[in-house]
């Protein structure tokens, strides 16, 4: 199992392992978190979890690659992985909407709010990433428009699923 989530604010590695540990329950000492650039022969690939992480810039300031191994019993839905970071962490966590648009994506705030937001990478290499709009006031992302997303609307199924 695999989990991609966006920090608002820089997580140091100490708080990585140990939000993670807390909410897959495994022991810290079995979360490996390493740099993406860091050096990789020293990284203990069987550990219970493998936490990647990448510094961006703009409005994110860090991308975690999360991978569960198969044999860790617990695997919450990626939401209660996004909240248990943002409380440990105090910052806001995106992850990824199920939706078509490669721009939807959820945000859940240090105290636990669930917004839907719109995420947009420049063409520079590397990207600047920008929260263009929320559908509730994130006051981490101060720059974005509050609004309805009307893309996300038409992309829901008639059943009414789509929120995390």
């Not at 990448?54 to 919450?76: H, I, S």
């Not at 990626?78 to 078509?100: C, M, Q, S, W």
């Not at 290499?125 to 101060?142: G, I, N, R, S, W």
């Amino acid at each position: 199992m695999a989990y991609n989530l966006l920090t608002v604010d820089p997580v140091r590695p100490a708080v990585m392992a140990s939000a993670l540990a807390a909410v897959l329950d495994v022991a810290v000492r079995d979360v490996d978190v390493a740099h993406a650039d860091g050096d990789q022969e020293a990284r203990d690939w069987e550990a219970a979890v493998l936490c990647t992480y990448e510094v961006l810039r703009g409005d994110l300031a860090r991308a975690l690659d999360v991978y569960v191994q198969d044999f860790v019993a617990g695997r919450p839905p990626e939401r209660e992985v996004a909240a248990a970071l943002a409380k440990a962490a105090g910052t806001t966590v995106l992850f990824p909407a199920d939706e078509a648009p490669p721009s939807a994506y959820w945000a859940v705030t240090p105290d636990g709010m669930v917004t839907r937001a719109r995420l947009e990478p420049s063409d520079d290499e590397p990207p600047v990433f920008a929260v263009t709009a929320v559908e509730a006031p994130v006051p981490q992302l101060p720059g974005a428009m509050v609004e309805r997303f009307a893309e996300i609307v038409r992309e829901r199924r008639p059943e009414g699923r789509g929120a995390p």
